[in-house]
């Protein structure tokens, strides 16, 4: 099943390079325009340098060919806006963004777990209204407003957390390892800058958190209330097995898939929607690149963006295929 | 320092986003320089003297003697010519800046600039961190070329983002194109040690500066911060701009795009109509109506008397002599907010003050790599933008917006539409052979300008540095590097 889902998954991401690549050229907008000063646009000389370094003088056709080559030997090309290649720069943003996507999922998915089976369990109560109400709230919510406003109560009012950024200006970054700066500053043993690091994780983690928790959570209830109407967790508490062992061995055991599926969705879904989030605490990861990139019209890093996240989604799915089939071994014969 | 990044290289050759001048002026030193904030006389740098011929092609640089780079080699004449000939062939975004000059060292400590035309701006050219000069044999190693062919020879690649082959007061120490640059004071610069070791220029988000420099407890600036924004600061922080931008309506002249802005009567009727001072105010405290087309900062700009009066019967009056009846036309502008202000907000008010004068105006924004399309291609009837020079040399306005020029051809304006005075007057800003003359041109340039011109002068603001109290000398500078890092000290 694995291998026939690999197969899948590479026509999958060939038909992402060719629609990307497509949609990136009728968009309105002419990169040697969004890269060049107006007076430089205007010379024809330096206009045909600049179309004749990226490749944009050849035909579109040709263009997509070699973008095609290249990335079958791992060349993403190279980026207008930084002029780096595309690679160098996913393998330094994809960690940032990973160390506040990762530690924010955790946190969320614990926190909805346990107030979304709480809810469900207290369909129609005080506790059940309040936090839906909550989730709403969250959900109806501009990130970049949440953002904004916990910049200012956390950093200008109470003073307890950093204004933005990886680490403070007195602190270089680690030797890269991981490109995580808590990880490698612990690998290098500096744990001035690992502190340092955490100090600043609070603010972006906390905020993503909250967000995904809000989502989740209406997930964690709604899949928990569906699964408490069968006729099996009915049996279960006429057999009088204890409470507990009916919520978390029955009851959210039958649950789980579809939380997992979302849960995997979010995942993917927060590695390249924190744009707005990562713009405000000033957060040089893959939502920065991505929005940086899309302003300057920066073709090879789009496709570099939108490939990384497709390769994301589709491993995610894969893996949370291969989990729905170890928690229910029918799907795996489907 | 905090700034929003615009930031793509730190190759001085290529150099001509804000944040990367910023660090390369810091980094690589000029020909000449200017003093704070006052950009309209060049002063010697690398060179102890300069001088000009009569006529205003040829400038003779005289390099002083101690002047050494990064790595402890002598500067001399060749690394200037390799420099030089570099950006110009490089064919860059600021390449332009010099083109039809070139570049000799007849002996080790002599660079001569021949211009084919008179030139008297040539030493504000020279200033600009884009002219930067670098060790011609450690740049070659690195894969440098200053041959005509450099634009496909050069392999120097993104090299000078992280290597300091200057002679400036500081080195790289490490750099992230979306985050930060850090700056290492140089301990072999050749003139006054810098105040700080360590320079951090941090990308951070405009909301976050507002908040983050009235907290600061370390010395820092914010360079984004709007006219509107300053007005709540406290006032122990150190406030300085210069009214270095201005904003202008294009109608354009090309009838295939519109019959009623390809009529002058209606670029004329538009301007009588617009509140200018109304308009200014949207911006903040810091902004002032335009007179004309350069921007108060610069020599060659308007006086405010010149402010173009509002006239509505005027306006109506010029609609109904030229047959415009009911004028109906689609303002495009970019959909962004710039320095702090919604453009949707100006081009609102100007559409309510048209309105008096009976033209309508549909209002469409667009994103702005969209609006940077149609405006490239010359489709936009009326288009709105904000604009600022390259470099502070006013008459570079000429080269871009005289008619047949780059700018004016993307407003349909041609020699043959043109009126016979605004090319005259152009032809004179350009035959100038003194900064002084070149000013008085200027001024009559634009008063053709607003004549005959399809280009309506709304308002001009500042760029504005936003320091904590202990700072000296970090006043914005309208030359292009924003604030001179190697100046800033502490009182």
Redo the contacts between chains.
Sequence with gaps: MIAKRLGSALILLWGITVITFLLVSV????PA???????????P??RE??E??WGLDQPLIVQYGTYLANILRGDLGIS?????PVLQDLQ??IPATFEIAIPAMIIAVVIAIGLGVYSALRKGTAADNGIRVFSLAGLSTPPFWLA?LA??LF??VL?WLP????LS?DF??PPSVTGMYTIDALLAGQFNVFADAVWHLVLPVGILALLTVSALLRFVRSAMLEVMDSDFVRSAVAKGLPRRTIVWRHLFKAGLLPILTVTGLMFASLLGGAVLVE????W?GLG??AY?SA?S?DLQSILGVTLFIAIVYTVINLIVDVLAGIIDPRIGHA | MSTSFVLKSLDPSTVYEATGAMAVHAVYDTLVTFDGADVTEAQPWLAESFESSADAKTFTFTLRDDAVFADGSTLDSEDVVFSLDRLKNLKGSPSQTVEGLSFTAPDASTVVVTSEIPNPDIPTILAMPSAGIMNADAATKLGASAAEDAATADTVGNALDTESIGSGAYTISSFDPSSKIVLKANPDFWGEAPEFDRVVIQNVDVQNQELAIQKAKNAEIALDLSGPMVEGLPDTLTVSGSLDTSYQLSANRDPAVSEITANPAFSQALSLAVDRTAIAELFGADAVPAAGLVPPAFAGALPESDVQARDIDGAKQLLADAGIANPEVELVYPAITYRGVDLGTIVTRVQQDAAEAGITITLTPQPINAFLDSQGAGKLALGFTPSSLNYPVAASLVNNMAPGAGTALRTGWTVERADPAVIAAGDAVLAATTIEERSGAMEEWQVQMNAHSPFIPLANNSGIAVATADLTNTEYSPAGWIVDLPRVGTK
């Design positions: 968009v309105p907008g002419d325009a969004a890269n060049l000063s107006p007076q430089a646009y205007d010379d000389e330096i340098a600049f004749r370094k207008q806006q930084t002029n780096r330094q943003y904004l910049l200012y950093f200008y003073g204004s933005g950024g990886r200006n270089d970054p713009q405000v605490i000033s040089p920065n690149y940086r302003l019209l």
